[in-house]
Structure formats: C-alpha cells, structure tokens
C-alpha cells in the first residue's frame, strides 16, 4: 500500500490502551482483586455492554443520560452501559426466580461515559464492583463484611496507610429533619458530599444561598459533620443528641453494630473511621456508606466507596431486593498511581525466562523450554536467527529476569547456562538443579509490592 | 414503583448472559486459556470495544462492514471491534517503536457483530486469540509453536480426542496455478474452504459452475485435498508433484519444517496431521494454515483456527510486520459444550465452605472464616438470622462442598464440625486440623476436568 494511502493509526481520545508492561502490571492488579472476591465467596458475573436504552434509562436521568453511547440498529434503540450496577439490577430483577439470596457477585468490566476528553477523565474505563443482595431483607453483618474486604485486598496490593471512613445516611438523614430540612434532605446530602473538594465555607454558602437553608441550620451542620473524636467518642456524642427522630437513633444504634463488626472481622482500628461527613452524593444509599481515602494522597479522593441500598431493583421487579456493595473506579485509580509512579515494577516481564538457543538445531532448547513449563515457569524460547547481542538484549528490553543459553557444549554435557539477567551471574547446571533457585527469584518478586507507597 | 410502570428486564437476544454456576464454569475455561499464554511467555493486551470507524474499516469490506456496530457521537464516527485482530494492526503499528519484535500478545475480549439473531450465534462474544510478530520477518519455528499452545491448553481444558489439521496456502496457490487457475486463487481457496460443510461435489459445482472452472481442474483440485496418509506420506506425494510451480514447492519445504517442528515441540503424533483441504477463507493467510476438529464432535467445526500471514498492519503502516496466530470463538464454544452437557461441574460453587454460625454472636465464625481464608481457603459465612434448614440448604443449593457449623459446644471447646455436602460426613475438630482435609478436597475437585468429552 503506498504511504499515502495509509491510515494513520490512532486511539479515541478518552480510551486507555496499556503499552505491554504498563498492561501486566494492571492484570496483576486485577488478578488480586478477583483472588480477593473469591476469597469472600462472591461469584463472577459478566454482563453485555450493550442493552436496550429502556433497560439502562428506568432509572437514569440528567447528566448521566447526555454522557451515554446510545445509538439505533435497525429497530433496536442501543446503549452502552455506564455503571455495573443497573445491569446487575436488571439481572437480578429478570433472574431472581434461578438465584439464592444472599446473592454475592463481583464484576470487573468496562463502562462507558461520554464525557468530555480531559486529561484522567476516561470514557471507556473499568469498575470494579461487589453487592451482597438480600431478597427481602439482608442482615447488617454484611455492612460489616464490606470493609472487611476493602481491607484485605488493599493490603494484597501491598498498601497499608489507608483509612475507610464510614457514615450512615440514616444519621444524616435524621440530623436534617430535626433541623427542619426533612423536604430537602438529597439537596443537602449532594452539598455535603462535596466538603472534602470545596471546604466547610463553601458549603455553607451553597447550603443557604442555593438551598434557602437557613445560616444557624447550615453551621450547625457543618459543624456537626465535622465532629471528631474515635468511634466510641463520636456514637457516645451522637448518642447524646439522640430522641426526637427514630431514623437518626436507628442511624446510630446501625452505625454501632456495623462499627463493631469490622473490628470482630479483624480490621485493625486505624484502617476504619467514622466519619460524618462521609454523605456519598448517589440518591439510592439509604444505611451505611464508605469512602476509602489513601493517606498518602487524599487528593486523589475515595479509591473504593460504597454503601447500603434498600432497594435494587425497583424499576424493574416489585420484589425488594435491599443490598450492600462497594465500587473501584480501577482504570482511574491505575492511571493516577501509573503518573505518581507508585506501581511496582516487579512483575513486568512477560515471561520469567527466555532461552536462547546457540545452534541451528533448536529441539534441545525446545525440550528445555518445555520442562521449564512443566514446572510453572513462563517460558519464551528466543526463535529468530539473530546475533547473539540482539537475543540478550531482547531479554534485557523485555525485563525477563533469566536468559538460558544452549550452546554445543550445554547440549553435550546436558547442562544448561543460566544467566541472572539482573545481577549478571551466570551458573551452568542440569535444568532440574536450576528450577528451584529460578522459582524462588520468581517468588521474591511475586512477594513484591503491585503498589508501592 | 407500582406494577404498571415496571420496565420488564431482558438482555438483548445474541447475547450471552450466564447464571452464576455457567459463569464460574466460563472463567474457569477463561483462565485456563490466560495460564496457558503466559507459560509461552505471551504479553496480555487490551484494546478499546469502540474505535474510530475509519481505523476498524480501514480494511473490512462487504459483509463485515454490514454488521458492525456503527454510530456518530457529536462529530466522531464511531465503531465497536468486529475482531481483535484489527484492533491489534492498529495497536502494533502506533506502538511499533515501543515494542520489542517478535511480539507476543494475547487478547480475550468481546467483539461485536449485529448478525441475525439465530440459536447459537451470538451478537457480542470473546474471541481469544494469540499473535507473534516479528519486525520485517518471523522465523518459521513459530508457526510450530502455535500447535504446541494449542495442544498444551486444550489437555489442560481436559480434552484428548483431538486433531489440529495443518496445510501450507503456498501449496494450495501453487497448486492451482499449477491448474493455470493463477488468477482465481482467491476465489478457488474460498469455495474449497467450505468443503467440510457441502462436501467434495457441492464444491467442484460451484467451481465449474461459479468459476469457469473446467471440469478436469475441478476434479483434480476435489482430488488433490482429499489427499490421505501419514505426514510423511503426504509430503512424500507432494514432492512427487513438486518442480514447475516456486510457490507450490516453497510451500511443501515449509510444511514439512513446521511439521518436524512440532513433533520437536512435543506434540503427539495423533493430534495432529497434514490435511489438504484446510484452506480457511480469510485472504490474509499466506502460509501455514490451521485447524483444530474434537474428534468425538466434528460437526461443531474448528475450535481453535490460525494461520501464518505476510503482513499485519499494511493499512496503517510501511513496516512489514509478518505474524502467525490463532483464534478461539470462546462464547460460541462454551455455548456449544453447555449445551451438549460436556461441562466438568466440579468447581461451580462460588465459595469451599460456607461457615454456617449457630450462635446470635457471629464473633467466632468471623473469626473460623479468617483463618480459612488465610489458608487460601474460599469461605463464606452465612449472616442471615433464618433457620437452620434454610441456612444448610443455601450451602446445598449452591453446591458448597463443604458446610461448617458453630454451635455452642464447638465455641467452648474450640472446635468446628464440618460436613462433607457430598458425602453427608461429618467431623469435628479443630479448624486447623481440618484445613488439609478441605485442601485436599479442593485440590482433588480442581483436578477434574474442565470440559468432559
């Protein structure tokens, strides 16, 4: 084809596509993730990307609707999923019947917002998603399951200075009432939840300019989301402010429990905080909520947020289906660790050893390479008829941590060249007397940090 | 929401949304494909569902462009991936001065067609493909190794009973021009791809009748890949022809060097043979073909098809970029073997143990629960307040293999009882004294194959 027939080729804007090693490294990351769910017994799910428009828009509205990849084929009018949680609500409503409640699924898929390009802001991008499903009613020890597994699988990806800051929308909820706000409790949630981004001032402002709000209800809220003290001290305050309205005493005698269970579920106190200020801005919350904050960088926001919903799947089924879960916005939380250069680096190679034939006759490289893969070992036999420089230095670019050579003399005595590609030792030996120290070299990395913080 | 205004929940027909038990079956065959690639040292890679139209349309024409999803958002027009190999050109040739040559990726992702809906034909499937490809030329070892991964992951799937069948498209080129049909190549390759379906006289028809075909070339084509015998047979009788045509004879000498190849690679002589008549219809191939029949189910077609080709990314780039691979229709296979209940269901429950608490304090089951997790153990504690016929056949309805109860005197006396949901067995002990039972258990059932035929 001549040049300027060429297409020139490019990737929509807005779309993250990986360069090999940066793709390994998100594969790991994903990889704890499902180990992690299916630790705690969740199944997979895996949903369509595309549904019916009707189906995605029961309940969506505003700006979300604008954001969506809708379009006609034939007669079908199509949308591209923007969230996990109305397909799952979708598939719970139309599969109820076949399912046992608790229902527990975890999906790890791409969703998709139109947004406008900017730069982190993705329009393909995955979540990552678990909900514990009750049919009818599910018990509050699920509230505390969630951090739970927040807590483990940041710690499998090799963070520890985190803080999951839970709240109850029923405290919230009721606080507002008892000042008198009962007809505008999601207008003041939705302000509240932007504290952390505009300040206590700010929201005082958007409270009585915005909401008529008035000045002593508007202060007192922000004070009283910004209460501190250790979980005792905080339900010990909330507790004496408790009578008037029962949502806010359920608030706290729920907020109680679900404290109590994280820590008989073995999350070390400095891991998990009450924090009342925690509002998450989603109208269908109705118990718990979380925020995840990484210490480190609190700028980066809440890496994993959740919370207690009454009802899944209203739009679709008359059956009450109240549920519990937690969201990973993971191609954002990859992209931002990737520019802060926090992503460890040990596992980057595609494979753990390359052998490098010296001869013409490549069966005894071959055969090597086999046994290696017999023991587990990701092995790539370096095939091409190239100077011996080229075959070292592709190991050397590709990061593979053993290069293996198999010259006449190997061959004759049955040994094998074993070259560290890091420390540039080498050692000739059977490929039986190699594996253990390859698989322990293996092993050491895989014990690396995925982050590293 | 009242009855009336309910949206009914359904998935859009051709597209495949499985009950948790098949979806844990589907990841099981999914991760058995990714172990299998990243033991050849293969990079995972992952491309955007959506593209620029004029980057997926670059090369598709007729039928393809038909039935892909197609839309304009703002000013972009837009496509969803109809395959994962143009994906790949376009990503090869933006990144080529990044990658590392040969390249080695594989790809498991949904691609999108919006064909008639029909039992069995899906809309929006995975495809799993595996590609090397080498920066200006690629040795032909490689075309051996792709059989060999072919090989390796469908006995780690379980499977015996199968032939890849292996042809040369040199030799079919060459052999019609032989024919003097030069210049019908591509024509003729089509309608003898189509040989197993209508059979040797449906295809010299359509030869002589669509073509022009004489009747005498059209026999000796019918005859020619109908060709039998062993290997060495064939290429035995190949060479016996051997001597006007460059082409054909090029072909002949690279078949019998892929053939010993994959001998070297460790292959076994029945699963796989030379077989004329694999010609695949996709005029990108331009050597080494592939095909893959089970031999107690033929009449499902090829599973895993492949081939070698002069160059991947013409469109998009000057480089010549020449590759091998191949392709599982994965959504289509699973579908196919579920229906004909060749499934292995030993590992469809979403947790090892469900830990069943007998005691309104769930403390200690938290407690069993973490300690078999540390083990590697997949467990689920079952939190609603329900009675113990219902608890018991959630494990049951869910084909937990194991349940484990905490009563009372297991509390005092710091013990469980486990119950084998199989067997009905039932012991108590400590938890660390029944870990080694439940692993092995595990391990036994992990052992049992994936696909059972």
């Given at each position: ?226 209460l501190k003290g250790s979980n005792a001290e905080i339900i010990a305050a909330l507790r004496e402010m408790a009578g008037e309205d029962e949502l806010f005493n359920l608030g706290i005698d729920e907020l109680e429990t679900v404290c109590a269970g994280i820590l008989a579920f073995g999350v070390p106190e400095d891991h998990f905080r009450i924090d009342l200020s925690i509002a998450r801005g989603l109208d269908y919350y109705t118990g718990t909520v979380y925020e995840t904050t990484l210490l480190r ?157």
């Open positions: 084809m001549s040049k300027a027939n060429l297409v020139t080729p490019r990737t929509l804007a807005g779309f993250m596509e990986l360069l090999p090693r940066d793709q390994l490294i998100f594969e790991r990351i994903r990889a704890a993730l499902e180990e992690t769910y299916a630790l705690y017994g969740f199944y997979p799910l895996d949903t369509p990307v595309l549904e019916h428009a009707e189906i995605l828009f029961a309940k969506a509205g505003g700006e979300t609707e604008k954001q969506v990849y809708r379009f006609m084929k034939g007669d079908t009018d199509l949308a591209m999923r923007f969230d996990l949680t109305v397909p799952l609500a979708k598939y719970v409503a139309k599969n109820a019947g076949e399912l046992s409640f608790p229902f527990r699924r975890y999906q790890i898929g791409k969703v998709y917002r139109g947004e406008r390009a900017q730069k982190g802001r993705f329009r393909e991008f995955y979540q990552s998603d678990i909900d514990i499903i009750g049919d009818g009613e599910l018990g509050l020890a699920n509230d505390a399951e969630i951090p739970a597994i927040i807590d483990t699988l940041l710690r499998k990806l090799g963070l520890d200075e985190f803080v999951i800051r839970i709240n109850n929308r029923k405290i919230l909820s009721g606080f507002f009432t008892l000042l008198g706000l009962g007809d505008q409790i999601e207008n003041v949630l939705r302000t509240v939840d932007k504290i952390d981004k505009i300040g206590a001032d700010k929201v005082r402002e958007e409270l009585t300019d915005t909401f008529a709000v008035p000045a002593e209800a508007a202060a007192r809220i922000t004070d009283f989301i910004a960088h609190p700028e980066i926001g809440s890496v994993c947020s959740g919370g207690r919903y009454d009802n899944l799947a209203g739009f679709y089924t008359e059956r009450r289906l109240p549920g519990v879960g937690m969201s990973i916005g993971l191609t954002r939380l990859f992209y931002i660790l990737n520019e802060m250069d926090e992503l460890g680096r040990a596992m980057d190679a595609p494979a753990d050893v390359l052998v490098i034939p010296m001869t013409d006759d490549m069966t005894p490289a071959i055969a090597v390479a086999a046994q290696l893969r017999k023991e587990g070992i990701r092995t790539q036999i370096y095939m091409e008829k190239k100077k011996f420089k080229v075959k070292i230095g592709y190991a050397d670019k590709l990061h593979m941590p053993f290069a293996l050579f198999l010259g006449e003399d190997e061959i004759r005595d049955g040994k094998v060249t074993v070259k560290n590609m890091v420390s540039g030792e080498q050692t000739t030996d059977t490929v039986s007397a190699m594996v253990p120290m390859i698989r322990e070299a293996i092993a050491a990395k895989k014990a690396e940090p995925i982050i590293v913080m």
